[in-house]
């Protein structure tokens, strides 16, 4: 079954580290990279842009109403995304707790509705 790993992060925190706590972190995410590209459970994944950079879409009454920013009013945004092929989602969720951003945030695990419907 795929999972959608949710990567959540605050951009304060990483520019509250030194250099050498962000290259140590990144290293991390590199080597779970690594591992999950080598026992084909990596399916894809990007980091995301800035959350200024986004734009929110609701739709009331029919009417579009568009604003500029991420669709939660927090101070954690997500900051990309990772799709894992796991046997189960035990597997998945030991991944999510491996990547370095559970450390100080939250990683939100979800299976992925097939097009012909949910697996779940």
Do not use: C
Request: glycine share 10%.
């Amino acid at each position: 079954m795929k999972y959608l790993l949710l990567i959540y992060n605050n951009p304060a925190t990483y520019e509250a580290m030194s250099e050498g706590e962000r290259n140590e972190l990144f290293g991390e995410v590199e080597r779970i990279m690594d591992e999950l590209k080598g026992s084909g459970e990596f399916v894809g994944g990007q980091g995301l842009a800035d959350p200024s950079q986004s734009k929110t879409v609701r739709v009331r009454d029919g009417v579009p109403a568009v604003t500029d920013g991420p669709y939660a009013e927090a101070k954690e945004q997500m900051g990309g995304y990772l799709i894992v092929d796991t046997e189960t989602v035990d597997r998945a969720v030991e991944i999510a707790a491996s990547w370095p951003d559970a450390k100080h945030f939250a990683l939100e695990v979800r299976p992925i509705m097939h097009t012909a419907g949910a697996d779940v």
